[in-house]
């Protein structure tokens, strides 16, 4: 899958959710949360993604190995 098929996937799952995806997102921005590299903004300083949409593209992967 291409990155941005997973950019595209994590915000259509944010705008539309989905009851097993946001069990697994609530999950992986928990992590993310506890994070060195999270920034008050909601990004990743590792990727600069934009978490929220992140943890919600079930084919990707966290840059640091936590998920």
Known sequence: ???LNEIFEGWKN???EDDKVE???KRRMAIC?????FTR???CELCGCYMPAKVRSMKSKCGDNKW
């Open 23 to 25: 069990e697994e997102a």
């Open 1 to 3: 899958m291409s990155v």
């Open 41 to 43: 903004v909601k990004s």
């Open 14 to 16: 944010l705008i539309f």
């Open 33 to 37: 949360v506890g994070c060195d590299k």
